[in-house]
Nanobody, 121 residues
Framework: QVQLVESGGGLVQPGGSLRLSCAAS????????MGWYRQAPGKQRELVAH???????NYADSVKGRFTISRDNAKNTVYLQMNSLKPEDTAVYYC???????????????WGQGTQVTVSP
C-alpha cells in the first residue's frame, strides 16, 4: 500500500552531478525519516544520507560536502543532489522511508526499487 519510486539515476563522468528523487505514495499518515542508501557490487548496503521530518540531516563521511539531501514534506518526496561525483560513488541507490500509515500504528520501514548511478569517464 506504500510505494517509493526513485528517479534520476544514470551515467555521469567524474566530477559531474546528478539529482535523485524519491516519491512516497499510498496510505501515509506521517513520514518520520527519509533517506538514501547505496550498494556497490560485492559490498554491503550503506547509508548515504538521511533527513528527519524537522529537517535535521546526517551524511556518510564519504559524501559530506558533495551530496545534499532535502525533502518536500507536502509531496512526500526526498531528493539527493550529488555533486563532484567520483567513480567510487558508483552503486545502486535505494530510497528508504520510516513512516506510519495510521496515527495508532507503529512505524515501519519501506524501500524503493533502486536506481543505478554509474560514474565513469
Amino acid at each position: 500500500q506504500v510505494q517509493l519510486v526513485e528517479s534520476g539515476g544514470g551515467l555521469v563522468q567524474p566530477g559531474g552531478s546528478l539529482r535523485l528523487s524519491c516519491a512516497a505514495s499510498g496510505s501515509i499518515f506521517v513520514i518520520n525519516v527519509m533517506g538514501w542508501y547505496r550498494q556497490a557490487p560485492g559490498k554491503q548496503r550503506e547509508l548515504v544520507a538521511h533527513i528527519v521530518s524537522g529537517g535535521s540531516t546526517n551524511y556518510a563521511d564519504s559524501v559530506k560536502g558533495r551530496f545534499t539531501i532535502s525533502r518536500d514534506n507536502a509531496k512526500n518526496t526526498v531528493y539527493l543532489q550529488m555533486n563532484s561525483l567520483k567513480p567510487e560513488d558508483t552503486a545502486v541507490y535505494y530510497c528508504n522511508a520510516e513512516l506510519r500509515q495510521r496515527l495508532w500504528e507503529s512505524s515501519a520501514t519501506y524501500w524503493g526499487q533502486g536506481t543505478q548511478v554509474t560514474v565513469s569517464p
